[in-house]
């Protein structure tokens, strides 16, 4: 069955440290990744996507992230995180069947 | 432009109670779905609309859950004989399937408790 595997359920951050958080899938096709955002009391809003072309991609607030086709990652790294970025992360993926399989999710708590 | 609306945005119901959650797409969106988001569950895929194709029901849990889309816009997602553990947060999205654009964009999702 196809997945999306969030390694980290729960990270804490100084503000400034470095962040990286791991997302693995299982699907052998073409695949489009995503990074969604939940901020405390909001909605999910897309923080970055990859569809094609060069496997590193930028999203907003400084986040990017990486497509390795050979591992099956698309890890979301940002180089110093704010306390504005405690938030809870989800990795996506659309198979061919235009579904979105998310993963469990990665809860960012960042101390100031 | 106008977001994904959802409503309600609360929903407080007694168990063995039906329930209606309706979702307002972005205008011209011709894909909508439903997922539904819990404590321990994370994201869940409920189901799916693609313009006039046959909706895509993989997701739903049991034959209590439907839903239908009207006019390939406003949907629906009806509870029937509500159980506690139905209680979520019922996600709405839709996209403009064009090539290769799955972007998804999310309302603010109905809150359901069954007490």
């Known amino acids: 069955a196809q997945s999306v595997s969030q390694h980290n359920h729960h990270v804490i951050l100084s503000e400034a440290a470095s962040l990286e958080l791991g997302c693995n899938y299982s699907y052998g096709g073409t695949v489009n990744l995503f990074w969604y955002v939940q901020y405390p009391g909001q909605h999910l809003q897309l923080l970055l996507k990859y569809f094609s072309g060069d496997p590193l991609v930028k999203g907003i607030k400084g986040f990017e992230a990486e497509f390795i086709k050979s591992k099956f990652s698309f890890n979301l790294r940002k180089p110093s995180v704010q306390w504005s970025d405690t938030a809870e992360y989800f990795c996506?993926?659309?198979?061919?069947?235009?579904?979105?399989?998310f993963g469990q999710g990665t809860t960012l708590q960042v101390k100031p | 432009g106008a977001g994904v609306s959802q409503s309600p945005s609360n929903k407080v119901t007694e168990k063995g109670k039906d329930v209606e959650l309706r979702c307002d797409p972005i205008?011209?969106?011709?894909?909508l779905y439903w997922y539904r988001q819990s404590l321990g569950q994370g994201l869940e895929f409920l189901i799916y609309f693609q313009g006039n194709s046959a909706p895509d029901k993989s997701g739903l849990p049991s034959d209590r859950f439907s839903a239908e889309r009207t006019g390939g816009s406003v949907s629906t997602l009806t509870i029937q004989r509500t159980q506690q553990e139905d209680s979520a947060v019922y996600l709405c999205a839709s996209s403009s399937r064009t090539g290769l654009s799955y972007e998804q964009y999310f309302g603010p999702g109905t809150r359901l408790t069954v007490t």
């Open positions: 205008s011209g969106h011709t894909a």
């Open positions: 996506a993926v659309i198979p061919n069947t235009g579904k979105l399989i």
